[in-house]
């Protein structure tokens, strides 16, 4: 092939110095197009024809100008060649050029097909004349298509980001995101450098990050303060991926916003203040409990609750109900931290709690379960209802007193007695009707009517002393009254007399 390679390369005629004649057979892996003076595009090899989507030489123009009329090329800013500037021409025209990158499509289509990049080439005479003009093109296609796909990626993408050339440290593209986030224009990023636009300005690792930078290495998130157009700056987290823009090595900027988040956490933290301060200065007794394996643990009581129980701070935190002994009744216990696990909340639960030093109180407790740094809580509130039911207990006692000395006592002097006990209610009658009450609720009304006290009824009923309060308080709220002896008054007007119990049930009488 040695002793072939003029003839079939080349017209007879031409003849090239050996040095010219290796640097055409290296491009012959890439396109090459022989030009004669004369105009005349004498040779052209496969490769070449390939790249113009054509099989045949004659099929790129006899001459010249023929090429121009079947082959449009363009910028890659999409503007026409205009006429002189086609590669032929220019090399016709005795210019040099190392580098021309063009789109060609056939004459007429309306979009590129191929991107070539060009270089000229003069084969010259054993005197050093011009003999021949050759162009060498090479296919970069597919690369200038990716750089497009990449251009339109970075261009859309919403997270904000600059691309830094390494070689000069100097932005080379900022897409629309950044420029949202930082009030510049486009004009004032492309083309300043990284001592103009400092994006690592205040960065909390930056000497890390301006090594890897000087390295070409990927730089690690970091917060920095990224300077705003107005003068003012924004807290950001930024980072840097090393990439290739072309042939230049370039660094990739992305930007995410922390203003959101640092708002956020702002009004959190506000939000946190107000509820501790809430907590604290209220006046019912609360606290904060953690759930654990053994049951609920106080985390946080407020004032209110140390001065109702009586218990020390130091000595309630980290502590559970059961270790403190704050429950009289264990079953009582359970049930309540069932229901609040089962629901997650609890509505006045009647129970019976112990403060440091006395007596049980009577408490009505209600629980919420809230998340604190998401982990479950449980917000509890207390309310000492001891007074209320001891009254409650002396009017029924003086009431039964009364019944048992005096026959002829009418019950409408009860009811009077009991409104007595009731400012803001006389001459209103308790809401509700018997039908409205119904299963172990009407079983426990019926025993009450008896004159059964919550102990004996329990024992009746084979229920929880707990569970008894529970109906009881909840039948003062369906039939709107606060006593046991108005709740019988109230059954009474209803036409209900009290419950017998038969073959293990009970059974209603009216």
């Known amino acids: 092939m040695a002793d072939q390679g003029d003839e079939t390369l080349f017209p007879a005629r031409h003849q090239a110095d050996h040095r010219q004649l290796q640097q055409l057979v290296t491009a012959l892996t890439e396109g090459v197009i022989l030009i004669e003076l004369d105009q005349t595009i004498a040779w052209a090899n496969p490769r070449s024809l390939e790249m113009h989507g054509i099989e045949r030489i004659e099929d790129l123009g006899r001459t010249v100008s023929d090429y121009r009329t079947r082959f449009e090329l363009r910028y890659r800013n999409q503007h026409r060649l205009p006429e002189g500037a086609y590669p032929m021409e220019r090399i016709l025209s005795g210019e040099a050029f190392d580098e021309v990158v063009v789109q060609v499509a056939p004459a007429g289509s309306a979009e590129p097909l191929w991107t070539h990049r060009i270089r000229s080439l003069a084969l010259t005479d ?25 251009e339109r990626t970075f261009g859309a993408n919403p997270a904000p980001a600059t691309i830094l050339r390494l070689a000069d440290l100097r932005y080379v593209k900022v897409n629309a995101g950044f420029l949202e986030l930082t009030g510049y224009t486009r004009e004032d990023v492309i083309g300043r450098s990284l001592y103009e636009l400092d994006v690592l300005d205040g960065a909390d690792q930056r000497e890390l990050a301006v090594e890897r930078l000087r390295e070409g290495r990927t730089v690690p998130q970091m917060e920095a303060s990224l300077r705003l157009a107005d003068g003012s700056a924004k807290l950001v987290i930024v980072a840097g991926q090393p990439i290739d823009v072309g042939d230049a090595a370039c660094m990739l900027f992305t930007f995410a916003d922390l203003e959101p988040r640092r708002r956020a956490e702002t009004l959190l933290r506000q939000s946190e203040e107000r509820f501790a301060k809430a907590f604290r200065l209220a006046p019912v007794p609360m606290a904060i409990t953690e759930t654990e394996d053994d049951g609920l643990r106080f985390v946080l009581v407020n004032d209110a609750f140390r001065q109702t129980f009586g218990h020390a701070e130091a000595d309630v935190l980290g502590r559970g109900a059961t270790e403190l002994h704050f429950w009289e009744d264990q079953s009582a216990h359970q049930e309540f931290e069932r229901l609040l696990a089962e629901t997650g909340t609890v509505q006045a639960f009647a129970t019976r709690l112990r403060p440091r030093e006395g007596e049980a109180m009577d408490c009505l407790v209600s629980a919420e379960t809230v998340s604190i740094q998401d982990r479950p809580h449980a917000l509890l509130t207390f309310l000492d209802i001891t007074e209320q039911r001891r009254t409650e207990a002396d009017v029924v006692a003086a009431l039964e007193a009364v019944m048992q000395d005096t026959s002829w006592f009418h019950y409408t002097m009860l009811q009077a007695l009991t409104r007595l006990r009731q400012p803001g209610r006389r001459g209103t009658k308790p809401g509700g009707e018997i039908a409205d009450i119904s299963g172990r609720r009407r079983e426990v009304l019926g025993l009450v009517c008896e004159g059964l006290d919550n102990n004996a009824i329990a024992r009746r009923l084979g229920l929880s002393l707990a569970t008894v309060r529970n109906h009881v308080n909840a039948l003062y709220a369906r039939t709107d009254v606060h006593s046991r002896a108005a709740l019988v008054v109230w059954a009474r007007e209803q036409g209900f007399t009290g419950a017998t119990l038969q073959s293990g049930r009970v059974k209603h009488r009216k």
């Open 126 to 150: 054993a005197d050093g004349r011009p003999d021949c003009l050759a162009l060498i093109l090479s296919d970069e296609t597919e690369r200038y298509d990716a750089e497009e796909r990449f």
